[in-house]
């Protein structure tokens, strides 16, 4: 390819809305082109990149007996309606719905759970099929509330979506880890640095889900990791192990007080001259069920802080946020920063972390505004909460085991895998025929990566003041022959002919012949980022050279023979086993 020939569209500014390196670099350097919020046009230079991505997904996924397919895009209501998702789906505003000219209600598929449980009930009839994974590579529609930082958070984005059907558990578990395999490969091939991490499985629990994150501080999701022992989780999903609480010692009589316009814990440590961790805050949230809705109060511990998503686990709900002041004051009776378990109306539920399991004379609210007590104790000042782990683990203390002290560091989610079990094979009745003879519901796995995703994180990982530096897995050309002065014959003829060399040696290679000044020429080849630069100029006549790698941007030179072995040299690395 000659890039004379080829659509570059560098600018000479920062879009105004690119708020992180990688975003700020695709932009400017004309590898993307906003269409909309969230939506993009790849330009010919990123469409290469990504379809090398795709390339080496498609290629460690085949190596692990997966199957490509491709599933439409435009899918009827009544198949997400026997899975149950579409009212949650419509529900959470995530996905984009339209009606046909019949009126029939039809989505863009956000994932495709319902397509594939269909196809595979469709098309898998005995045991002996068994195990089979199939996957696709498409575009996905999510209608995000935040769609940002460029390809990191589109609305319409690239996803690899693979889905495994088992016999049985232990078939998942095999179909699971040659996914994870897989996705190690993946993405060491494209150049990352990165981490698998324990994933939030949602209600269903379980310890079948991992993310696969890209370490960058520009990443949205925190990550706790230890590096003692080695356990890394989403922050959503993390345990520790709490730090101790002075010990309440007998159980003493309850005792009010008046607390006026003391409402916070801080305020309340301040008041009583007591630590935090002796007392116990009451948060109120509303949950939304199904079929219904109710307050539901939660207990923690006055120096530790609540996970939502454990909570929401616990309460096995479709979503739950604070509860507003107002329902704070119908459901207490009292006014924000007063509710306690003391007194709390019997129809509100009542949970406490397990970190409160045995406290004893705890400071807590009692529902009535200007009010506190002191000395309150389960089952007798109130009633006995249910117990859950419903805390979020934080930096600096133990992780589970004790071996060492958790640590956050920002992550990019660029893969998920997650063991589904049978949620949409037995609640769409998709089954197999087992060995017995008897209709069993698949055994399933999900697993998802995002393609362009992992391509703008490569940049995020790989760039410096200058512009990109693309791992050359995924460079939209691995070598640019820059010719320096086009109009001089012996400058063109040798770029043509180390060219054409490094075609022959199997190298994707480009040859930069525009007319430009030098200076703007390099500037320009620096943003984009390929990653080897073999510069054809004064020394053409002489068979002279230079050659440079784009990751230090140190320059030699040498000889046409010396340039081209450097570049066969850097570009044949082993590959990953
Ligand atoms: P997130 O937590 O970032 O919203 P998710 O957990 O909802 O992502 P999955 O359903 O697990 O996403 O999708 C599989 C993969 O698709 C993710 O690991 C991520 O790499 C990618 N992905 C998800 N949403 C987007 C998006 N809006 N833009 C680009 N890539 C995305
Ligand atoms: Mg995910």
């Known amino acids: 390819m000659q890039l004379s020939r080829l659509l570059i569209a560098t600018l000479r500014e920062d879009p105004a809305d690119a708020e992180i390196p990688s975003h700020r670099l695709l932009a400017r350097a004309g590898y993307i082109v906003k269409t909309a919020a969230g939506i993009y046009t790849y330009s010919p230079l990123m469409w290469r990149t990504l379809k090398k991505v795709a390339q080496i997904v498609r290629d460690e996924l085949d190596r692990e007996s997966a199957q490509e397919l491709m599933m439409p895009i435009l899918q009827p209501r009544e198949l997400w309606e026997s899975s149950g998702r579409w009212?949650?789906?419509?529900?959470?505003?995530?996905?984009?719905?339209l009606k046909d000219r019949k009126g029939t209600d039809l989505c863009l598929g956000p994932t495709h759970e319902e397509v594939i449980t269909a196809f595979a009930d469709a098309t898998i009839t005995s045991y002996k099929q068994l195990p089979v994974n199939l996957y696709q590579i498409q575009d996905k529609f999510r209608d995000e509330i935040r769609p940002r930082f460029g390809l990191m958070r589109?609305?319409?984005?690239?996803?690899?979506?693979?889905?495994?059907?088992?016999?049985?558990?232990?078939?998942?578990?095999e179909s699971y880890a040659a996914m994870s395999r897989a996705y190690h490969r993946i993405f060491e091939r494209c150049g990352l640095e990165f981490g698998a991490v324990q994933a939030d499985a949602g209600a269903i629990g379980g310890s079948g889900s991992e993310e696969?994150?890209?370490?960058?501080?520009?990443?949205?999701d925190a990550i706790l990791r230890c590096s003692a022992s080695g356990y890394a989780a989403n922050v959503e999903r993390a345990d520790s192990i709490a730090p101790a609480a002075p010990s309440g010692g007998d159980p003493r009589p309850i005792e009010k007080h008046e607390t006026p316009d003391i409402r916070t814990v801080e305020q309340l440590?301040?008041?009583?001259?007591?630590?935090?961790a002796a007392m116990a805050k009451t948060v109120l949230y509303e949950v939304k069920y199904a079929e219904s809705e109710a307050v539901v109060a939660v207990m923690m511990r006055g120096d530790l802080a609540i996970n939502e998503v454990k909570l929401a686990n616990r309460l096995d709900c479709l979503a739950l946020e604070?509860?507003?002041?107002?329902?704070?004051?119908?459901a207490t009776g009292a006014e924000v920063g007063f509710a306690g378990p003391v007194g709390l109306p019997e129809e509100v539920r009542l949970l406490a972390d397990e970190t409160l399991r045995g406290a004893t004379n705890l400071l807590t609210g009692c529902n009535e505004t200007g009010y506190h007590c002191l000395n309150v104790n389960f089952g007798r000042d109130c009633r006995e909460p249910e117990f859950h782990d419903v805390r979020l683990a934080r930096a600096g203390e133990s992780a589970p085991g004790g071996a060492g002290e958790l640590e956050e560091v920002r992550g990019i989610e660029v893969g998920h895998i997650f063991k589904l079990g049978t949620k949409y094979s037995s609640a769409m009745d998709a089954t197999f025929s087992s060995q017995q003879g008897k209709p069993e519901p698949f055994v399933m796995g999900c697993y998802g990566i995002g393609v362009s995703?992992?391509?703008q994180a490569a940049v995020e990982q790989n760039h410096d003041e200058a512009g990109i530096i693309w791992p050359p897995a995924i460079a939209p050309f691995e070598v640019?022959?820059?010719?320096?002065?086009?109009?001089?014959?012996?400058?063109t003829a040798l770029g043509q002919q180390i060219y054409d060399r490094l075609r022959e040696s199997g190298i994707d290679a480009c040859l930069d012949d525009r007319k430009l000044r030098p200076g703007p020429k390099f500037k320009d080849l620096e943003l984009l980022g390929f990653p080897f630069q073999v510069t054809v100029g004064r020394g053409a006549a002489d068979g002279v050279v230079e050659f440079c790698e784009r990751r230090n941007r140190e320059k030699q030179e040498m000889s046409v023979d010396e340039a081209i072995a450097k570049c066969r040299e850097a570009l044949t690395a082993p590959a990953v086993s």
Do not use: N, W
Not at 480 to 491: G, M, R, S, T, W
């Open 87 to 97: 009212e949650r789906y419509v529900a959470d505003g995530i996905m984009y719905t």
């Open 154 to 173: 589109g609305r319409e984005f690239i996803m690899m979506d693979a889905y495994s059907f088992d016999a049985d558990a232990a078939g998942l578990d």
């Open 212 to 220: 696969f994150m890209v370490f960058a501080d520009a990443g949205e």
């Open 269 to 276: 440590e301040g008041f009583f001259s007591m630590p935090a």
């Open 322 to 330: 604070l509860a507003s002041d107002d329902k704070i004051r119908q």
């Open 453 to 455: 995703r992992t391509a």
């Open 480 to 491: 640019v022959v820059a010719v320096l002065d086009p109009k001089k014959d012996e400058q």
